[in-house]
């Protein structure tokens, strides 16, 4: 079992910056890969980002274009989201997602195990 914690979350101006971090307990983090999903109020929720478990691939969302990177230190448990060039519709809930397995997924449906989510909130 593998329990996740974000933070990072907050307040920031349109154009600025947020490193959102994922804490996760358990032996099995190293290998599953981790994802980033959100879900702005009123919508669905919507795929960030995703990472293999080694951290050699990585694949992200069409409105994502270059704004977003995901890393992951797999000695500390943690899986990082930077968020560069932020615009108000980037304004939602995001959450930490992982997997049992490997491979990096796009949907949601695939990953066992969800955070509490953090808020990002973006201002014009």
């Known amino acids: 079992q593998v329990q996740l914690v974000e933070s990072g979350g907050g307040l920031v101006q349109a154009g600025g910056s947020l490193r959102l971090s994922c804490a996760a307990s358990?032996?099995?983090?190293?290998?599953?890969?981790m994802g980033w999903f959100r879900r702005a109020p009123g919508k669905e929720r919507e795929f960030v980002a995703t990472?293999?478990?080694?951290?050699?691939?990585?694949y992200y969302g069409d409105f994502v274009k270059g704004r977003f990177t995901i890393s992951r230190d797999n000695a500390k448990n943690e899986v990082y989201l930077q968020m560069n060039s932020l615009k108000p519709e980037d304004t939602a809930v995001y959450y930490c997602?992982?997997?049992?397995?490997?491979?990096?997924?796009?949907?949601?449906?695939?990953?066992?195990?969800w955070g509490q989510g953090t808020q990002v909130t973006v201002s014009s």
């Open positions: 358990g032996r099995t983090f190293s290998s599953g890969a």
């Open positions: 997602a992982g997997r049992m397995n490997r491979w990096a997924s796009t949907i949601t449906r695939e990953y066992d195990y």
């Open positions: 990472i293999t478990f080694s951290g050699s691939t990585t």
